[in-house]
């Protein structure tokens, strides 16, 4: 799956419904974790280095982890 | 420059939408830069921008919903539609903008004596004749949270939280059309027109309403929806919701929607008018209007100095405070004269 930020700076006549689509699960997912109580779950700036290895880490470990 | 048609011959405005009333109310010579000479910022300002986006969206969200198009499906339409619309393309370097090459004409060589005949115009192959340049790049804000990326989410999240089980429902007028996106000129007493464009009208428990969409960075209180009585885009719409509609309006219901780094979050508030409030604003802002009108035909234009700090400055302050000699240099230099705005151009 495509990183969120690489679709969104994907010129939108190249993406498929698929893209758009993967963008509102996203958004979705990302207003589910603030109204859990993550209150930075929206944020659309770019993740840094680290912040992608732990997500990764965490993907390996099968932990959940909002970022 | 072209008239925009909100004037008459002389140049006197008589075609009136809140955005210009508010500008007569507020400063006459605030009201002359901007309505009778055009100047405006070189780039549109973000907070505007972000605005009509989010806005846009919205509305076509209704309008999808009201033709019968499911949630999903019109969520997937409105953030494509939104993604498009804020990847700016420039104009084709081939074609500058013209779609076509070879403008030219040239003798015919096989019968000179049939004088010049036009050359066929060859469409431009480098943009598919549309003249925008296949390249681009997403709007680039300069604005710490009113981004692209925010925008994208602030539709989302709005149409989480009140798309599916929204207590509003689109109001269909009498003759089937959903009343979503209607841009209305009325005219009113003195030659005047009353325009403007209402994003919804909606009914809520019962009752029909304007609906308007705001954007903030603040946290929205209920002092914020106190902010909108006064207010004349709000009596506005009301008065044009009854009059232009025939549908007895009771205030504009006012979505706000906070935009912050890490999230978007949304409060609905109501703004009532009753008649007599309406009759009163209408008095007084035919008043503004004459002034306006008056100061036009004079060319007389008199600052108001008590507004000059207002909503955290006048945008013009900087060139007011400059003598009036050297106010059109500085004008020039941090200013364009770009298409003047119209009241009555339809959005």
Sequence with gaps: MSDLHELMARDPLTHTREDIETIIAEMRKSRHAFNAGNLRAGSTKPKTEKQKQVEKLADTLDLKIDL | ?347
């Design chain 2, 1 to 347: 420059m072209t008239q925009p048609k909100a004037f008459d011959a002389s140049g006197i405005q008589f075609g009136w939408d809140s955005t210009s009333i508010k500008l007569a109310e507020e400063c006459l010579y605030k009201y002359k830069l901007k309505m009778i000479d055009g100047w405006q910022p070189e780039t549109l300002s973000v907070h505007l921008r972000f605005g009509q986006h989010y806005a846009t969206a919205l509305e076509h969200y209704h309008k999808h919903i009201a033709l019968g198009i499911d949630h999903d499906e019109a969520v997937y339409l409105v953030v494509k539609e939104a993604l498009e619309d804020t990847w700016d393309r420039p104009i084709c370097k081939e074609c500058q903008g013209e779609g076509q090459l070879d403008i030219t004409t040239e003798f015919a060589e096989e019968n000179p004596w049939a004088g010049r005949v036009d050359k066929a115009v060859t469409p431009c192959e480098t943009c598919n004749a549309t003249g925008i340049s296949a390249e681009g790049a997403p709007w680039e804000s300069d604005h710490n949270v009113k981004t692209r990326a925010n925008l994208i989410r602030t539709i989302i999240w709005y149409l989480e939280q009140f798309g599916k089980d929204d207590a509003v429902s689109t109001l269909i007028l009498s003759d089937g059309v959903p009343a979503v996106e209607h841009s209305f000129a009325l005219p009113v007493d003195n030659g005047i027109v009353f325009a403007g464009h209402l994003d919804r009208l909606g009914v809520y428990a019962g009752d029909p309403y304007v609906q308007d969409q705001k954007t903030t960075g603040a946290t929205i209180t209920q002092r914020y929806f106190e902010g909108f009585n006064p207010d004349t885009q709000m009596s506005m719409y009301t008065f044009a919701g009854k009059v232009a509609y025939g549908i007895p309006v009771k205030g504009v219901i006012i979505d706000a929607a906070q935009i912050a780094v890490g999230f978007s979050r949304f409060e609905r508030g109501f703004t009532f008018r009753v008649e007599a409030q309406l009759n009163e604003w209408y008095d007084h802002t035919m008043y503004h209007i004459e002034v306006a009108r008056k100061a036009t035909r004079e060319n007389f234009f008199p600052m108001n100095r008590s507004s000059c700090g207002n909503y955290g400055g006048c945008e013009f302050r900087d060139i007011c405070s400059r003598a009036p000699s050297v106010r059109e240099q500085f004008l020039k230099a941090k200013y364009i004269r770009g298409p003047r705005w119209d009241p009555l151009t339809p959005r």
